[in-house]
């Protein structure tokens, strides 16, 4: 009932920023919670950034001070900024959209490398 759509990854360097866009779509009303997770090669699919319908935010520790998540509600869009990147940060990051159901929705991912 939902789609979503990312955006916005890239190649960067340390200490550089990054936003990545979710656009979502569909049964917007359903939404409980809107969430970024990231995967490296050889790692579980971790939660990164989260942001509940009522607009309370949690993140992972490592990314605490330097990602913030963010939406646009006329826009249907949840944004992931990253600042200050480190190597560790490098992974494909998804969107996910947890309905009240708890359904889950996933987008199809965006690359993030941060290399020098």
């Known amino acids: 009932q939902v789609q979503l759509v990312e955006s916005g990854g890239g190649l960067v360097q340390p200490g550089g920023s990054l936003r990545l866009s979710c656009a979502a779509s569909g049964s917007i009303f359903s939404l409980n919670a809107t969430g970024w997770y990231r995967q490296a090669p050889g790692k579980q699919r971790e939660l990164v950034a989260a942001?509940?319908?009522?607009?309370?935010?949690n993140y992972a520790d490592s990314v605490k001070g330097r990602f913030t998540i963010s939406r646009d509600n006329a826009k249907n869009t949840v944004y992931l900024q990253m600042n200050s990147l480190k190597p560790e940060d490098t992974a494909v990051y998804y969107c996910?959209?947890?309905?009240?159901?708890?359904?889950?929705?996933w987008g199809q991912g965006t690359k993030v490398t941060v290399s020098s």
């Open positions: 942001i509940t319908r009522s607009g309370r935010t």
């Open positions: 996910n959209a947890l309905m009240y159901s708890r359904v889950n929705y």
